[in-house]
T-cell receptor, first 114, second 112 residues
Framework: AQSVTQPDIHITVSEGASLELRCNYS??????LFWYVQSPGQGLQLLLK??????LVQGIKGFEAEFKRSQSSFNLRKPSVHWSDAAEYFC????????????FGTGTRLQVTL | NAGVTQTPKFQVLKTGQSMTLQCAQD?????MSWYRQDPGMGLRLIHY???????DQGEVPNGYNVSRSTTEDFPLRLLSAAPSQTSVYFC???????????FGQGTRLTVV
């Protein structure tokens, strides 16, 4: 089955340090790819998405992600993390061969130390 | 706009009881979905709908029923609750197939 994988369950970074969260997808064609963030006790909020075109995508809150077809990856990055970025991050995808199933990886919990 | 509204926010059920989790959106979105969130499992898709009268199964549909009689509402029914259905449930909607999904605040369900 087509899916996305987030290999890091938990990441801790210092405030001001750079961040990269990994996401790999397993599907032959290019799916629609997304990154969502979930703050404690809240629903999910879209950070950015990729359908086609420019492989470097800019999102909200200073986040960006790069689609790399050769590595089947869509990693999320931020040059300088703020304490308020502590949350859980989910990579999501829609298989372009199906109707509209948006499915997610297992998530990466980000902890930010001061 | 209220966005996506889920009720109730919290619920405790006894094994074997039935209940319906409500989800309503006021954004005229065609696409609606139900997810459950469990520790270490991320969000798993239960059922989804691409429009009124059209529903389909997601990754973990067993034990859950849905229907979509209107664009606005997408209720999730548990016919006979089991402890394995203890989870946090999220409803989401989007305008188009690849559009941004808007999530409700979640329903925390405990089955004892």
């Amino acid at each position: 089955a087509q899916s996305v994988t987030q290999p890091d369950i938990h990441i801790t970074v210092s405030e001001g340090a750079s961040l990269e969260l990994r996401c790999n997808y397993s599907y032959g064609a290019t799916p629609y790819l997304f990154w969502y963030v979930q703050s404690p006790g809240q629903g999910l909020q879209l950070l950015l998405k990729y359908f086609s075109g420019d492989t470097l995508v800019q999102g909200i809150k200073g986040f960006e992600a790069e689609f790399k077809r050769s590595q089947s990856s869509f990693n999320l990055r931020k040059p300088s993390v703020h304490w308020s970025d502590a949350a859980e991050y989910f990579c999501g995808h829609i298989n372009t061969g199906t109707a509209s199933k948006l499915t997610f990886g297992t998530g990466t919990r980000l902890q930010v130390t001061l | 706009n209220a966005g996506v509204t889920q009720t109730p926010k919290f619920q405790v059920l006894k094994t074997g009881q039935s209940m319906t989790l409500q989800c309503a959106q006021d954004m005229n979105h065609e696409y609606m979905s139900w997810y459950r969130q469990d520790p270490g499992m991320g969000l798993r898709l239960i059922h989804y709908s691409v429009g009124a009268g059209i529903t389909d199964q997601g990754e973990v549909p067993n034990g859950y029923n849905v229907s979509r009689s209107t664009t606005e509402d997408f209720p999730l029914r548990l016919l006979s609750a089991a402890p394995s259905q203890t989870s946090v449930y999220f409803c989401a909607s989007s305008y188009s197939r690849g559009g941004e999904a808007f999530f409700g605040q979640g329903t925390r369900l405990t089955v004892v």
